[in-house]
């Protein structure tokens, strides 16, 4: 009695079912509670639920957890449902709208709502954010914090908050602490959160990826040191805050000290979804970090996708195709923005800058190709809950 089967999204293949007891769920429940007043300040806020709905494990455990502490209407990821909202009750309430990442793009992006005269905070799980994307939505948004979880354990683990969020700026902007901190050969910028090191058990492998435990004995299906290839590792409070003082960055973060020093997790994404090129791995996350860090592309990008192929004299090569949100504006240099993003990507990926420097000749460097919605590789739209980023068509001899 009170069991309920969530579904994965199916993001790495095939969906799997992940069975969960009463008990469980009422601590996730308290956890989301926790985070929605002490992250977003949440009191007397109307909470729009933007997350797909039906047997993922998100959607429908957001609303369970939350619509008892708050105002909240569940549309799932309905443009149109969620304007006609924001239309119905006017500028009184305090949105918070929860979503992913692209979804939420749109959103702000719609013609129909003028942002300016609401107070709307965003919520985003699912899926990384570049500091630029974040920087675009605070255009439309007052605030836009991001939880990190996953189907196969539980949707909140860790959360991010003003400290988390200003720490990652910071490590964009200073390269000393960056060498100090992150493991810069990855060429992407990690999601920094904060998480309960009572409730969960965080370790690094010898491959870099996380190691999890779930550190309650209530649960239906234990996890124990179990491994879902997300790349990370943790930085306990009192390191993180004598590194900062090291780096004279210690009074920065006065006024955002916490009631509880927890630690500091750092998320680089999915250790298989990144696509090769010349022994360079090129992830998501940096191409997103990129793509939306180009004033004039990031009004008009819907989504992107990295593809590795080989050409026709069997030399792997990479291409990078971009999903405009309608058609591609006219005048747009697409040779300029090639070289541009190229650029920005070597700048912050060491290795595709070598690779693309000093390694690949000038006909063997990425493609970078624009695209109308819904053309191209993006014909048929997308197949799955999230956003596909990487499409592989290397194919290899069986053994």
């Not at 509670?33 to 494990?57: E, P, R």
């Not at 991010?160 to 493991?183: D, F, G, H």
């Given at each position: 009695?009170?069991?309920?089967?969530?579904?994965?999204?199916?993001?790495?293949?095939?969906?799997?079912?992940?069975?969960?007891?009463?008990?469980?769920?009422?601590?996730?429940?308290?956890?989301?509670?926790?985070?929605?007043?002490?992250?977003?300040?949440?009191?007397?806020?109307?909470?729009?639920?933007?997350?797909?709905?039906?047997?993922?494990?998100?959607?429908?455990?957001?609303?369970?957890?939350?619509?008892?502490?708050?105002?909240?209407?569940?549309?799932?990821?309905?443009?149109?449902?969620?304007?006609?909202?924001?239309?119905?009750?006017?500028?009184?309430?305090?949105?918070?709208?929860?979503?992913?990442?692209?979804?939420?793009?749109?959103?702000?992006?719609?013609?129909?709502?003028?942002?300016?005269?609401?107070?709307?905070?965003?919520?985003?799980?699912?899926?990384?954010?570049?500091?630029?994307?974040?920087?675009?939505l605070l255009r439309s948004f007052r605030n836009v914090f991001g939880s990190y979880g996953a189907s196969d354990?539980?949707?909140?683990?860790?959360?991010?908050?003003?400290?988390?969020?200003?720490?990652?700026?910071?490590?964009?902007?200073?390269?000393?602490?960056?060498?100090?901190?992150?493991?810069?050969?990855?060429?992407?910028?990690?999601?920094?959160?904060?998480?309960?090191?009572?409730?969960?058990?965080?370790?690094?492998?010898?491959?870099?990826?996380?190691?999890i435990t779930l550190a309650r004995p209530t649960n239906i299906s234990p996890r124990i040191r179990y491994n879902?290839?997300?790349?990370?590792?943790?930085?306990?409070?009192?390191?993180?805050?004598?590194?900062?003082?090291?780096?004279?960055?210690?009074?920065?973060?006065?006024?955002?000290?916490?009631?509880?020093?927890?630690?500091?997790?750092?998320?680089?994404?999915?250790?298989?979804?990144?696509?090769?090129?010349?022994?360079?791995?090129?992830?998501?996350?940096?191409?997103?970090?990129?793509?939306?860090?180009?004033?004039?592309?990031?009004?008009?990008?819907?989504?992107?996708?990295?593809?590795?192929?080989?050409?026709?004299?069997?030399?792997?090569?990479?291409?990078?195709?971009?999903?405009?949100?309608?058609?591609?504006?006219?005048?747009?240099?697409?040779?300029?923005?090639?070289?541009?993003?190229?650029?920005?990507?070597?700048?912050?990926?060491?290795?595709?800058?070598?690779?693309?420097?000093?390694?690949?000749?000038?006909?063997?460097?990425?493609?970078?190709?624009?695209?109308?919605?819904?053309?191209?590789?993006?014909?048929?739209?997308?197949?799955?809950?999230?956003n596909e980023y990487v499409k592989t068509e290397l194919e290899y001899d069986a053994l």
């Open positions: 009695r009170g069991v309920m089967v969530d579904e994965s999204s199916g993001s790495t293949g095939r969906p799997t079912s992940w069975v969960r007891g009463w008990k469980e769920r009422e601590i996730s429940k308290q956890t989301l509670q926790m985070a929605y007043h002490s992250v977003l300040g949440g009191d007397n806020a109307f909470v729009i639920n933007a997350f797909a709905l039906g047997a993922w494990a998100t959607g429908l455990n957001v609303s369970m957890c939350l619509s008892e502490v708050t105002v909240m209407k569940s549309t799932g990821p309905d443009i149109d449902k969620i304007v006609h909202t924001i239309e119905e009750f006017g500028t009184t309430p305090s949105y918070i709208v929860m979503g992913y990442p692209p979804f939420l793009k749109t959103l702000a992006d719609d013609p129909r709502v003028d942002w300016s005269r609401h107070d709307v905070s965003v919520a985003y799980g699912g899926e990384g954010m570049s500091e630029s994307m974040r920087d675009y354990l539980e949707i909140n683990i860790a959360a991010e908050n003003e400290r988390t969020v200003l720490l990652r700026k910071e490590i964009l902007a200073n390269e000393a602490l960056r060498e100090r901190l992150v493991w810069t050969d990855l060429g992407v910028t990690p999601m920094v959160f904060q998480y309960n090191p009572l409730a969960y058990h965080i370790e690094t492998n010898a491959e870099r990826e996380l190691v879902i290839h997300d790349v990370g590792h943790v930085v306990e409070y009192a390191d993180m805050m004598r590194i900062l003082a090291e780096h004279r960055l210690r009074e920065r973060f006065d006024g955002l000290e916490p009631r509880v020093q927890l630690p500091f997790l750092f998320h680089y994404g999915r250790s298989d979804l990144s696509s090769d090129y010349f022994g360079a791995n090129g992830t998501p996350d940096g191409v997103r970090e990129v793509l939306f860090g180009i004033e004039r592309l990031a009004p008009v990008l819907n989504t992107f996708r990295l593809t590795s192929y080989e050409d026709e004299a069997n030399d792997q090569r990479m291409s990078i195709a971009i999903e405009v949100v309608d058609t591609v504006p006219d005048g747009l240099d697409r040779e300029l923005l090639r070289r541009e993003v190229l650029d920005r990507l070597a700048d912050v990926n060491r290795d595709f800058a070598n690779a693309y420097r000093n390694t690949a000749s000038p006909e063997m460097h990425p493609d970078v190709t624009l695209h109308d919605r819904g053309t191209g590789p993006f014909q048929g739209g997308q197949r799955k809950l999230k």
